[in-house]
């Protein structure tokens, strides 16, 4: 069966800090990746998707990056952090129409 | 852009009764899903729903797309606390890579 990891679970970081939250799926190839930020008790922002190594595709122009360096591994970045980017980090993949969702980085930027 | 609307964004109510939530939409998706969210948890795929007029029933909860392929609505028969939670509706396009979401309902089952 397939599993998806993000860590850290959590995490405080000043503002000006860089940042790497990590994401990867175990139990399939060759998946689409999300990245999502929530804000509390709201819907989902789209923030990344990519469909292979290397492929990235973002949907909101803001301070954040992403990488995929491997299949089934998913990495959000930032060089320098901004109070606004507080929020819950959700990483999903997808091998067709639905998409299944980490356990999520709960991120206070302070 | 696609927009997905629901409605209530919260309900409050008591054990044992029933609601339904909708997600309303001007445009036509090829499917629909809805999650389940818990605080300080990730998404869980309830239901998937891919043929107008579809309707799809889990335990208590029945699911229904609408003929137009814009719409849908969660029904809950006497609502648990085990009900609560963040229901999220999404939509997906022929051939596109992701999904949209709509907003969220806020669902309170008080005993």
């Known amino acids: 069966s397939q599993t998806i990891h993000q860590w850290p679970a959590t995490l405080v970081q000043p503002v000006g800090s860089p940042l790497s939250l990590e994401c990867t799926v175990e139990g399939t190839s060759n998946p689409n990746l999300y990245w999502y930020r929530q804000a509390a008790g709201r819907g989902l922002q789209l923030l990344f998707y990519s469909v292979g190594i290397g492929q990235i595709s973002s949907e909101v122009p803001q301070n954040l990056s992403a990488s995929r360096p491997q299949d089934r591994q998913f990495i959000l970045s930032s060089k320098k952090l901004l109070l606004s980017d507080s929020g819950f980090y959700l990483c999903?993949?997808?091998?067709?129409?639905?998409?299944?969702f980490g356990p999520g980085t709960r991120l206070t930027v302070t | 852009t696609q927009l997905l609307e629901q409605s209530p964004q919260f309900l409050s109510i008591q054990e044992g009764e029933n609601l339904t939530v909708y997600c309303n939409s001007s445009s036509v998706f090829s499917s629909l899903q809805w999650y389940r969210q818990e605080p300080g948890e990730g998404p869980v795929l309830l239901v998937t729903v891919v043929t107008g007029g579809e309707v799809k029933k889990l335990k208590r909860l029945t699911f229904q797309f609408g003929d137009a392929r814009k719409d849908s609505s969660l029904h809950i028969t006497a609502a648990q606390p085990g009900d609560t939670g963040l229901y999220l509706c999404a939509g997906a396009n022929w051939g596109a890579q992701k999904l949209v979401f709509g907003q969220g309902t806020r669902l309170t089952i008080n005993p």
């Open positions: 999903a993949w997808s091998a067709g129409l639905e998409q299944y």
